[in-house]
């Protein structure tokens, strides 16, 4: 009886060996696909993060030449408008002085009238 025993106890023994290995076979191959996915996760943010970097300095550059362009076509349409002042002050000036101009022959006529009717 101790031989059976002996026999079905090294059996046993054997047997849960066996499945001791071969979980710890599938849990060793488990890890690994885990790591493996977990590498290619990590490459791929990487890259991603890699883009959103070039792209975020494209954008700050796209801003920084918008802002250029438009300080400039500001800065040139104030000068614009500096100019059309002047031109507008000095057709201002001018119109005064015609209008003065035929006030005074207006008035010079009417005196002659008087003089001329009197």
Do not use: G, P
Request: net charge negative; aromatic share 8%; with cysteine.
């Amino acid at each position: 009886m101790s031989s059976t025993f002996r026999h079905w106890k090294d059996r046993l023994q054997c047997s849960t060996k066996r499945n001791i290995c071969q979980s710890h076979l599938l849990i060793d191959d488990e890890f690994k696909n885990l790591r493996h996915t977990t590498d290619l996760l990590l490459n791929d943010n990487n890259l991603l993060k890699a883009r959103i970097d070039k792209l975020d300095e494209r954008y700050q550059q796209w801003i920084n030449d918008e802002q250029n362009f438009l300080l400039k076509r500001i800065e040139n349409l104030e000068n614009e408008n500096h100019q059309l002042l002047e031109i507008y002050l000095t057709y201002q000036i001018q119109n005064e002085t015609c209008i003065r101009s035929i006030t005074d022959l207006i008035m010079k006529i009417l005196l002659t009238q008087q003089v001329y009717f009197s």
